[in-house]
């Protein structure tokens, strides 16, 4: 007989979702700051579209808007590239 209540704790969300898989990775947290960054960039780019539906196509798109918008750095675009792409990162969340 279970005599423990229902869990009610809501499910973490994507970005915490990464920070966990992150620090699992044993990455730093000067590493994984960074990652959410991008990563939270990009949700917004995104919306109404959730990630886990975005295609290739939308990378390109997220991308090239970061190079239009002559704000950053060849370097920081290249970060940026690396984390959306990570096919660890498309997984289903």
């Not at 990563?39 to 991308?63: C, G, Q, S, V």
Request: hydrophobic residues 30%; positive net charge; proline residues 9%.
């Amino acid at each position: 007989m279970n005599t423990h209540p229902p869990d009610t704790t809501p499910a973490p969300g994507l970005l915490e979702t990464v920070r966990r898989e992150l620090r699992l990775r044993n990455y730093s947290q000067k590493t994984i700051k960074p990652y959410v960054s991008c990563l939270r960039t990009y949700i917004r780019f995104l919306r109404p579209l959730h990630p886990r539906d975005a295609r290739d196509e939308n990378i390109r798109r997220f991308i090239l808007s970061l190079i239009e918008s002559g704000d950053y750095a060849p370097s920081t675009i290249n970060q940026k590239q690396q984390t959306v792409g990570r096919r660890a990162l498309r997984k289903r969340y």
